[in-house]
């Protein structure tokens, strides 16, 4: 079983960057693949980027493909989000989550474990 908390997240101005980090607990962390989620009032989950437990792959969604970068550092039991370029309708919660499995995922169903969330707030 893995525990994640997320971090970094706050009120950014469009245009601007910010770094969500994911820390989680346990000695495990490197057999998980991991993701961001995100959630915007009204909508339904939404899978943002992912990366496998090695972190030689990574994936991404359409809407946020070119603009945003996840990374992990094991070593650490952390996952990260880079976001740059960032938009209003990017404005959310991020979740991290994680998959006992290694293939690539998008859908949220297939995670097992989740963080509480981290608010992203982007204004025009």
């Known amino acids: 079983q893995v525990h994640m908390v997320e971090s970094g997240g706050g009120l950014v101005q469009a245009g601007g960057s910010l770094r969500l980090s994911c820390d989680a607990s346990g000695r495990t962390f490197g057999t998980y693949s991991m993701a961001w989620f995100r959630q915007a009032p009204g909508k339904e989950r939404e899978f943002v980027a992912g990366i496998s437990r090695r972190g030689f792959t990574t994936w991404y969604g359409d809407s946020v493909k070119g603009r945003f970068a996840i990374s992990r550092d094991n070593g650490k039991n952390t996952v990260y989000l880079q976001m740059n370029s960032l938009k209003p309708e990017d404005t959310a919660v991020y979740y991290c989550?994680?998959?006992?499995?290694?293939?690539?995922?998008?859908?949220?169903?297939?995670?097992?474990?989740w963080g509480q969330g981290t608010q992203v707030t982007v204004s025009s």
């Open positions: 989550a994680a998959d006992v499995g290694d293939a690539v995922q998008r859908e949220a169903r297939r995670f097992e474990y």
